[in-house]
């Protein structure tokens, strides 16, 4: 399980110089990740915006870990 992953799709050109670049190293770490581990990758969770804590980010967490099999 992958955890934390910025949503590239959410960060606009505007961003924060530290944003921009957690995305760039994060997207190194991907590639050396999806490298050696393939699809023994099971889940990318996102970065929420809070602590997973409590039932209704706890239900968020789990819709991001097991989505259904295409």
């Not at 960060?11 to 957690?22: C, G, K, S």
């Not at 760039?24 to 770490?29: A, I, L, P």
């Not at 050396?32 to 970065?47: M, S, T, Y």
Request: net charge negative; no cysteine; glycine share 4%.
């Amino acid at each position: 399980m992958v955890n934390g992953l910025i949503d590239k799709e959410l960060v606009q050109a505007d961003v924060a110089d530290f944003v921009r670049h957690r995305v760039e190293m994060q997207d190194e770490h991907m590639a050396e990740i999806w490298n050696i581990f393939g699809d023994k990758v099971r889940a990318v969770v996102p970065l929420f915006e809070t602590e997973v804590r409590g039932t209704k980010m706890m239900n968020r967490l789990v819709d991001k870990m097991f989505l259904p099999e295409p």
